[in-house]
């Protein structure tokens, strides 16, 4: 029975198998689907494809630059316990994501696994799936962001959170800038500023937190009866202080809190006579968003003794 190329996509998305071990299954079951189906099942292969339901929120966020051609790479790779995450063979998988997407340039995920995997002569998703069979957990390419240029970067606690902070600056290699990028991309993982400054906040959203502001007011009888000059005032006062929330320049420095982030980047440059701008970050969390699961203990012995 002759198969064609969309047989082979068929197969692996059934099963969630390489492609190259799909289109060997048709051809060893001469394009019989169903025989396909069994021969990866005996082969261990399709096994991958119960694991993938299951749920994947722990893992780690794993940093690379490349030195050479300053192009850095932020990406979050899922697990479903925290004990895998800590697995060298999860960490040395992920390091060789990051050097496939620092090399190609993927424009998401799905162009990501289609890709040759840094190191090897398997595409992502082959080698993703040895993985999942290897480790025996669900493993799951969540996210990733690459930026070309002078980057400052920083994992916090083994992976729980990753910063990445673009600066423009003529002294890339001075040590007393490489220290303030570190604590600048530490600021942002400890406050998780929404935004880099105040003019990157988008129209609607300052007008939404005004809109609040006004309510707040109208809410309080103390305030309800001010004049409408001293309720814009209030309003100013507090749109003031959300943007030292929200905003990093904005911030004040953890290490030192009675100067703002933009006046410790203007101090850096002052110091080492040369110019920095912060140009934008980027900020994972593992598992953000993702539900986590729940473990019953008192289920959990009950499967093992039945």
Do not use: W
């Amino acid at each position: 029975m002759a198969f064609t190329a969309k047989d082979v996509q068929a197969l692996r998305e059934k099963t969630g198998v390489g492609m190259m071990d799909c289109k060997k299954a048709l051809v060893e079951t001469d394009g019989d689907m169903d025989k396909a189906i069994d021969y990866l099942r005996e082969k261990g292969l399709a096994a991958a494809t119960k694991k993938a339901s299951r749920i994947a929120a722990e893992g780690a966020i794993i940093a690379y630059t490349d030195s050479t051609s300053k192009i850095s790479v932020l990406v979050e790779i899922n697990s479903e316990t925290d004990f895998v995450a800590k697995n060298e063979e999860f960490i040395s998988f992920g390091t060789a994501v990051a050097k496939t997407i620092a090399d190609n340039a993927p424009a998401d995920v799905d162009a990501l696994l289609s890709l040759m995997l840094n190191g090897t002569d398997r595409t992502v998703q082959e080698n993703l799936n040895d993985k999942i069979l290897s480790i025996g957990e669900n493993i799951k390419i969540r996210r990733f962001q690459r930026v070309e240029g002078t980057v400052s970067s920083y994992v916090h606690g083994g992976g729980t959170v990753g910063v990445m902070v673009l600066f423009n600056t003529d002294k890339p290699d001075n040590e007393q800038f490489k220290v303030m990028g570190k604590d600048v991309a530490m600021q942002i993982a400890a406050m998780s500023p929404q935004y880099a400054s105040a003019k990157d906040i988008p129209a609607d959203v300052l007008e939404h937190e005004k809109e609040i502001c006004i309510a707040q007011i109208k809410e309080d009888p103390k305030m309800a009866s001010k004049p409408q000059n001293v309720i814009e005032g209030i309003v100013k006062g507090r749109i003031a202080k959300y943007f030292k929330e929200v905003c990093l320049l904005e911030q004040a420095f953890v290490k030192d809190d009675s100067i703002s982030v933009a006046k410790y980047i203007e101090n850096t440059a002052k110091e080492t006579g040369g110019t920095i701008e912060l140009v934008s970050f980027v900020r994972f969390a593992k598992g953000e968003g993702l539900q986590k699961r729940e473990d019953n203990f008192a289920d959990e012995v009950a499967n093992m003794v039945n």
